[in-house]
């Protein structure tokens, strides 16, 4: 699997135009605009109160927009939200599976739910079946599931009646680090097929498998393309520092001159600076000053998490509460 690269994309399956969202005075959703190509695995992040959730239920029909236009799968999110509703594939990271139901009831009840005819019904359970990896488990209690093979069923029960395009909301909160990678395998599998993945995540190495990331902050969208360009669009340096306490020497960096933030990475330090050759001599006497031995500091190809941290500080920052 392959991540992160640009990807060959025909027509637009949802186009975004100036979506405003108000509850009240607050201005929930600002002037939004994007689109995502057919067969696009499209990544939607954003801290907490950025926007992504009012953004979503916009465009999936479940709320009408304050202003602006869109478009999913070529119906109108004004006019044709029931339609909408019936025509896309959507899972969140609260599964509406039934827990009290086998696999097998579970999979037969969303084939009804969702319309497939009945003639194709045994073929799609089939499919889902073998999708997911969930033949050993068609007898078994849905509630008695570890959380991965759940995470499996629910996918599959969303794409049943094959919709051309699957929303994804925070699929895999919760879920270890080796089930989230066979979900992205089953991603990319639809995504080959023609599907529109739209995927809300908050975790940093999920971004990376979209062909294209929309950042959004404060309500409006701050950057949009792929992971690889965002890396290089970074202005400022980034170093990496691995110390014995990560914690403390942060702590330690803040209001350093020359230092534009300093972050925990893992079991390392990435601290953002003004000029690596200036910021490198700042970094290290900072950190001597204050009782650090510096095994290693160097400068480093930015990530995803450093491109997200930048955008939201140089947009205000993330809402508070």
């Not at 599931?145 to 929303?167: D, N, S, T, W």
């Not at 895999?172 to 599998?189: E, K, M």
């Not at 690596?276 to 000053?289: F, K, Y």
Request: aromatic share 6%; glycine share 10%.
């Amino acid at each position: 699997m392959t991540g992160g690269a640009d990807h060959a994309v025909s027509e637009a399956a949802v186009v975004a135009r100036g979506l405003s969202r108000a509850f009240g005075d607050f201005l929930a959703v600002d002037d939004v605009s994007f689109s995502v190509h057919r067969g696009e695995i499209f990544g939607f992040l954003g801290p907490n109160g950025a926007g992504k959730t009012t953004t979503i239920r916009m465009l999936t029909g479940l709320i009408e927009p304050t202003a602006g236009e869109g478009r999913v799968a070529g119906l109108d999110i004004r006019r044709e939200r029931r339609a909408i509703k019936r025509t896309i594939g959507y899972m969140s990271q609260l599964f509406s599976l039934y827990g009290d139901l086998t696999v097998a009831e579970n999979i037969r009840f969303f084939s009804r739910l969702y319309g497939v005819p009945r003639a194709r019904r045994g073929e799609r359970a089939d499919w889902v079946v073998e999708m997911a990896g969930l033949t050993a488990q068609l007898d078994r209690r849905t509630e008695t599931l570890p959380l991965g093979f759940k995470q499996r069923l629910a996918l599959g029960c969303a794409v049943l009646h094959e919709p051309p395009i699957l929303f994804l909301d925070e699929p895999t909160s919760g879920v270890d680090p080796g089930a989230r990678r066979r979900f992205w395998d089953l991603i990319y599998a639809l995504s080959e097929q023609g599907t529109t993945v739209f995927v809300t995540t908050h975790y940093m190495e999920e971004a990376e498998y979209c062909h294209r990331l929309a950042l959004m902050n404060r309500g409006r969208l701050v950057a949009l393309d792929t992971p690889s360009r965002l890396r290089a669009q970074l202005a400022q340096p980034v170093l990496e520092v691995v110390v014995d306490d990560p914690p403390r020497a942060c702590e330690a960096l803040h209001d350093t001159p020359g230092v534009v933030e300093a972050a925990l990475f893992g079991r390392t330090l990435h601290v953002m600076v003004d000029d690596a050759r200036a910021g490198t001599e700042a970094v290290r006497a900072r950190l001597a000053a204050a009782g650090h031995t510096v095994h290693r500091l160097r400068e480093v190809e930015p990530s995803l998490e450093d491109v997200f941290v930048a955008r939201v500080r140089a947009t205000g920052g993330a809402v508070v509460g």
